[in-house]
């Protein structure tokens, strides 16, 4: 038996394919119609726009997959597409949460996030792991972490854009929040491992930082480094329970005590450390309390909307220096020359100072 088209007997010669008919096996009888085309088709901008508009989180989902395309013809409907949002953004509270990988983030994450939906937020969770290409089990575990979370209609989440240099993952990082918020997401957490430089990213991108850390054998001012600790708006000690505790306790007071000789991370806010319990759920409207304290400290004092702006300035200067280097890197003469001066500052023909002067004269910038 075949499914091609068939025309019946009684339809005039030469009859167009309206006349046409198909016949479907026995076996697919019942069966929902297979589509000749499968494939997605390309939504236009408005579809993206409305379905983000109308809160619709496949539309969501597939907009941030947008921007996360390297593809330059993506790159433009998404750039439009952000123009178009733009309106609708900015009205969120926006929270970096790092740590120490095993700090329990993710597990906190699922606390606050159905602390927030009980009292009426929508969440939106982004993990960026810049690494993760390499770990990929990371967001496997991020799902079951977020369990009840994950199947919560009024929570959305993401792992962020895994590839490309930092400077791609902090903009589609900050894409991908602005879409969140037009489609009514009003506190945004951002997940990303405390080990790289992939802090002060998304430091770069919200209002409120949050460092977790667990108490350990004594050595609590370690292995976290200075610079990431001179970021945050709050430390909070994880796994206060059980056992845990007395030494969760004794490690905040450490951090209390050694805060004092630290910069403030926001001028005039006064980093400190608390306590909770991801797993008993105990310390989270606390940290939640002091998030709110930090946004009405932040907006008495204009910092908050002073902060916005100057990130608005970050993007658009990293973006800026990303094309500047595609562009130099891309220009003929360049890739013709930088090889040879290359060789000639290893083999000591010429100073690096004398090799940059060089170059830039030859593309005619200096
Ligand atoms: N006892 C106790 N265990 C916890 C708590 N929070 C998290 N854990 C456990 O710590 C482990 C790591 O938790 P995650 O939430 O995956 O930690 P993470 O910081 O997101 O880890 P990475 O994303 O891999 O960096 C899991 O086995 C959790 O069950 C807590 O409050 N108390
Ligand atoms: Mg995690």
């Known amino acids: 038996m075949t499914t091609k088209n068939k025309k019946p007997e009684w339809t005039p010669e ?101 602390y927030l939906i009980a009292n009426g937020k929508f969440p939106a969770i982004l993990a960026i792991d810049p690494s ?80 977790i850390l667990i108490s350990g054998a004594g050595d609590e001012l370690q292995g976290i480094k200075k610079g990431v600790i001179e970021l945050a708006d709050a430390i909070l000690i994880n796994k206060a329970d059980g056992e845990n505790i007395v030494t969760a306790e004794t490690a905040k007071s450490l951090y209390n005590n050694s805060l004092h000789y630290l910069a403030d991370a926001t001028p005039g806010w006064k980093t400190q450390a608390y306590t909770c319990s991801a797993v008993e759920n105990t310390g989270i409207e606390d940290i939640w309390n002091v998030i709110l304290d930090f946004i009405t400290y932040t907006e008495n004092t204009r910092i908050f909307g002073d902060r916005r702006q100057q990130q608005t300035k970050v993007w658009f200067e990293s973006m800026l220096h990303e094309a500047v280097l595609n562009q130099f890197y891309k220009d003929d003469i360049v890739k013709i020359n930088i090889e040879k001066i290359l060789q000639d500052i290893i083999s000591n023909d010429m100073t690096p100072v004398v090799g940059v002067k060089k170059i830039m004269e030859l593309v005619g910038k200096v």
Do not use: W
């Open 14 to 114: 030469n009859a167009g394919r309206e006349f046409a008919s198909s016949v479907m096996p026995p076996e697919t009888y019942g069966q929902a119609p297979v589509l000749q085309n499968p494939k997605k088709t390309e939504m236009t901008l408005s579809e993206y726009k409305e379905g983000i508009l109308s809160k619709d989180k496949t539309v969501l989902a597939r907009a941030i997959t947008l921007i996360e395309s390297n593809a330059e013809k993506h790159f433009d409907t998404a750039q439009s597409l952000i123009k178009e949002i733009m309106p609708y953004t900015g009205k969120s509270i926006r929270v970096g949460i790092t740590g120490v990988p095993g700090a329990g983030k993710s597990t906190f994450i699922e606390s606050l996030g159905m």
């Open 132 to 211: 993760s290409t390499v770990s990929k089990g990371s967001i496997l575990g991020d799902k079951t972490r977020m369990e009840t979370l994950s199947k919560s209609d009024k929570a959305f989440i993401r792992p962020s854009p895994s590839s490309g240099n930092l400077g791609g993952v902090g903009r589609k990082t900050r894409e991908t929040m602005l879409l969140c918020e037009a489609a009514g997401f009003d506190v945004i957490l951002i997940e990303t491992v405390g080990v790289g430089q992939s802090e002060v990213t998304v430091r770069s991108i919200v209002d409120f930082f949050l460092l």
